[in-house]
């Protein structure tokens, strides 16, 4: 099992900065991949940026250039810098890691942090 806890959300201007952290304990040493998803009222949940064991990283077209996805793999956190935030960047961002079943995927999930960009 691992378990997931967010941090660093909250309100921030349009054009502003905010730095979202997760830190994992649990059965870490299973993990081979970890994420941000972001989920807005009435939307599916979505892609935001993916790290990699080895450091590999993928970033949702929109956040190119603007969010930075990163690991301290001495404290088990994960981190996303988000810059220059937009109005449509407000959800619920949720942290993901992934493990491997002998068939298939083990997907956990922390319980989420908001994030509003509002002037």
């Known amino acids: 099992q691992v378990q997931l806890v967010e941090s660093g959300g909250g309100l921030v201007q349009p054009g502003g900065s905010l730095r979202l952290s997760c830190a994992a304990s649990g059965s870490i040493f299973s993990i081979y991949a970890m994420g941000w998803y972001r989920q807005a009222p009435g939307k599916q949940r979505e892609l935001v940026a993916v790290?990699?064991?080895?450091?590999?990283?993928k970033y949702a077209d929109s956040v190119k250039g603007r969010f930075t996805i990163s690991r301290d793999n001495a404290k088990n956190t994960m981190y996303l810098h988000m810059n220059s935030l937009k109005t449509e960047n407000k959800a619920v961002y949720l942290c993901?890691?992934?493990?491997?079943?002998?068939?298939?995927?083990?997907?956990?999930w922390g319980q989420g942090t908001q994030v509003t960009v509002s002037s």
């Open positions: 993901n890691a992934k493990s491997p079943l002998t068939v298939g995927v083990m997907d956990y």
């Open positions: 790290i990699t064991s080895g450091g590999s990283t």
